[in-house]
């Protein structure tokens, strides 16, 4: 089955850490996106990517870096830049067909620093 | 970017319509409109979008007022399972299908 996996499900992280969070979709999707959401509030873009090898900065990006180097994969490292790490954190793909494209998200992973 | 208007949380009986509204007064005229959902502990999933015209799927419908300042997504029979957090989105054509995802309507379904 196509889809999208993100890897750990639960992430505990001592406070200075870098940690980097799995994202891998076998969708063929060129389009790919990390979110933030915090308790009781929507998800916030982070970063996003329309092509290997390129990617933008979202609304929220600082403390966070990413890499794409293949289409499958877009992982996002948390940095220990990033003031309040602790949030669920969600990828999505999309096809860059316009004039839209409906997003598919992961199962998410739940970050927290301790 | 336009900014959506939502009711913090909705309530519902098991097997009755729902229509959860959606306010955009600064809608532009190349903004979509597209709904999303969340079930607890999980990545949203997309439900129904439009432009102009009303829209159905196999999920919902979607009624789009004629001069697109407000929208409405229609749960013909709510179930247990559609208890979630119900986004309305707008954005840009050619805007790189980036989503501003607001807090949504909390949809409660009660036997």
């Known amino acids: 089955d196509g889809g999208i996996t993100q890897s750990p499900k639960y992430l505990f992280r001592k406070e200075g850490q870098n940690v980097t969070l799995s994202c891998e979709q076998n969708l063929n999707h060129d389009a790919m996106y990390w979110y933030r959401q915090d308790p009781g509030q929507g998800l916030r873009l982070i970063y996003y990517?329309?092509?290997?090898?390129?990617?933008q900065k979202g609304d929220i990006a600082e403390g966070y870096s990413v890499s794409r180097e293949k289409k499958e994969s877009f992982p996002l490292t948390v940095t220990s830049a990033q003031k309040n790490p602790t949030a669920f954190y969600l990828c999505?793909?999309?096809?860059?067909?316009?004039?839209?494209?409906?997003?598919?998200f992961g199962p998410g992973t739940r970050l927290t620093v301790l | 970017d336009a900014k959506t208007t939502q009711p913090n949380s909705m309530e519902s009986n098991e097997e009755e319509p729902v229509h959860l509204p959606c306010n955009h007064s600064?809608?532009?005229?190349?903004?979509?409109i597209h709904w999303y959902r969340q079930l607890p502990s999980q990545g949203p999933e997309y439900v129904i979008h439009g432009l102009t015209s009303n829209v159905n799927n196999r999920m919902a419908s979607l009624a789009i007022a004629e001069d697109r300042k407000s929208s409405t997504l229609i749960l013909h029979r709510a179930t247990l399972r559609d208890a979630a957090v119900y986004y309305c989105i707008l954005s840009r054509a050619g805007g790189g299908n980036k989503l501003t995802f607001g807090t949504g309507t909390q949809l409660k379904v009660e036997l």
């Open positions: 999505a793909s999309s096809r860059k067909r316009p004039p839209y494209n409906e997003q598919f």
């Open positions: 990517s329309q092509i290997v090898n390129d990617f």
């Open positions: 600064t809608i532009s005229g190349t903004d979509y």
